[in-house]
């Protein structure tokens, strides 16, 4: 039987315009679930937006627009950049659909079903920025006076109002002894004792309802009241898979593998989500990884603050392809990074054009003009033979190893570490020497070197399926033997190959 592989991004909020912060979420989750699909598992790809609360509910007053118009248009962009990044999501969600709704409000059913709500009056710090509450302690003054939250930096307001609340204290043990039980839960180990840290400092319960704002999912059998938009946020994971209803075909996918979140709403994800769901009797997620962000100049990216990148230009500039490798190459997954041109053309020339595009281009056009544009014959392997081939068939395993714990750049480096084995196997052997002295050990040399670049292309696909899929096809694959498991299937000799084209041109900065 299949294995089921699901697999999730946070939703995004639309109180503005995607950037490549996103982007580099999207290129992550997107490189996970095309790598799982090719090792043969069922996947499941969910992405989409997030669209209530207060501060989209602000923003589209400030953009003179209802909030549903102004939803709809931002919506788009992200639907918009998904496709422009290639990303090979199986569900678009947006929290405005009547399928979240229904959903949602489920869920709320089946909390206080559970004894999980009690209904009382929230006092206390507030940030709209946020969508989240404070506690004092997690707050500071600034010299003009004003209340901030010293996490994110947005503003806080003192707020009393009258709420329903989720009894989150309850659930302090139970979950303390899963984090305990299940260590890779969350992920990387720094932000699980961050979690467990701030667990253990005691929970209060937490207020579900907001009744100062309408835009959100009404309570059930009180509409004065509308959802806490964290509540209603993360139940999409479950809309997605056909919840309420649990005899659906696709619910069988849940619990989902991974939620991929970023470090600023870890809190959301690892405490109050799987609280949620153990109030509700429903499974946990495998693991909530909690990736890192990228900066601009040292200062985090962000809408609020005005310095988020459009991805759209720099896919103009330099291909979707290199930029997708860059982002997963330059930083380990995990950590921050900071984004700077230089290094992008940097990662660009030295391991794209003058790396992989140049092993390729050299051993493809030299096939073109020396072996009949075709796949080699080969001969009895040499000592230095079996090494490059042993290498290359070992490089699934160890790829496979670095993205199931989403180390993306531990995976790429394995695949470079084969590229420059290759590329000294080729200076070594010497084809053109070969063609005039010895020219079947010259094919069985060439041979070998196609093998490898099989191996690359198809391990390369998560990561630059465009180009690789080019690759591939130069290099006489099958569209139909381009899984992981293909590689297990030797070469067919005497295939005819096309005129090779160059992959990756180099970057000048001007």
Avoid: C
Avoid at 361 to 384: C, D, E, H, W, Y
Avoid at 442 to 453: C, I, K, N, P, W
Wanted: charged share 20%; hydrophobic share 45%.
């Amino acid at each position: 039987m299949t294995q089921n592989f699901y697999i999730t991004t946070p939703i995004y909020y639309v109180n503005g315009a995607p950037h490549v912060g996103h982007a580099y979420t999207m290129a992550a989750a997107d490189a996970l679930a095309r790598f799982q699909r090719l090792d043969g598992k069922n996947v499941f790809f969910l992405t989409g937006t997030d669209e209530h609360g207060q501060k989209v509910e602000a923003a589209a007053r400030a953009a003179g627009q209802d909030p549903q118009t102004f939803t709809d248009h931002i919506a788009q962009g992200f639907v918009d950049i998904a496709a422009r990044m290639n990303i090979s999501n199986d569900d678009f969600i947006r929290t405005t659909q009547p399928r979240h709704r229904l959903a949602a409000q489920a869920m709320w059913q089946r909390l206080e079903a559970a004894g999980a709500i009690y209904l009382g009056k929230y006092e206390g710090w507030y940030a709209v920025r946020d969508e989240a509450f404070y506690d004092e302690d997690e707050t500071a003054l600034r010299p003009d006076g004003s209340r901030y939250a010293t996490a994110s930096g947005a503003t806080v307001e003192w707020v009393i109002e009258p709420s329903y609340f989720f009894k989150l204290s309850a659930f302090q043990d139970q979950l303390l002894t899963y984090y305990g039980a299940n260590p890779n839960f969350i992920a990387p180990p720094t932000k699980r004792n961050e979690v467990m840290s701030f667990v253990r400092g005691g929970l209060r319960d937490l207020s579900i309802s907001r009744t100062s704002f309408s835009w959100g999912v009404p309570v059930p059998g009180d509409p004065q009241h509308v959802m806490y938009v964290w509540l209603d946020a993360l139940v999409n994971y479950l809309t997605a898979v056909g919840y309420p209803d649990e005899a659906a075909e696709k619910f069988a996918l849940w619990p989902a593998n991974v939620h991929l979140v970023g470090k600023d709403i870890i809190r959301f994800h690892a405490v109050y989500w799987p609280a949620f769901l153990m109030a509700a009797g429903l499974p946990l997620p495998g693991q909530i990884f909690v990736h890192g962000w990228w900066t601009i100049e040292g200062e985090k990216m962000s809408k609020s603050l005005n310095n988020a990148i459009d991805i759209r230009p720099l896919v103009a500039e330099f291909g979707l392809d290199p930029l997708r490798y860059f982002l997963l190459r330059e930083v380990p997954f995990g950590n921050d990074g900071d984004f700077s041109r230089k290094a992008l053309i940097s990662r660009i020339n030295a391991d794209l054009a003058n790396g992989l595009g140049n092993l390729a281009q050299r051993t493809l056009s030299f096939i073109a003009k020396n072996a009949g544009g075709m796949v080699p014959s080969q001969g009895a392997p040499t000592p230095a033979d079996e090494a490059l081939l042993a290498q290359a068939h070992a490089l699934p395993p160890k790829v496979r190893g670095a993205i199931t714990r989403l180390a993306f750049h531990e995976a790429l480096d394995e695949i470079w570490r084969l590229i420059r084995a290759a590329d000294g196997y080729i200076d070594h052997q010497a084809p053109w020497a070969l063609k005039k002295t010895d020219p079947a050990r010259m094919h069985s040399v060439l041979f070998t070197l196609v093998a490898v670049l099989r191996s690359v292309a198809i391990l390369l696909q998560p990561f630059m399926p465009d180009t690789m899929q080019r690759l591939l096809d130069q290099l006489g694959v099958a569209a139909d033997a381009r899984q992981i498991k293909a590689l297990d299937t030797p070469l067919r000799q005497g295939t005819p190959l096309p005129t090779p084209v160059g992959l990756f041109p180099r970057f000048v900065e001007a």
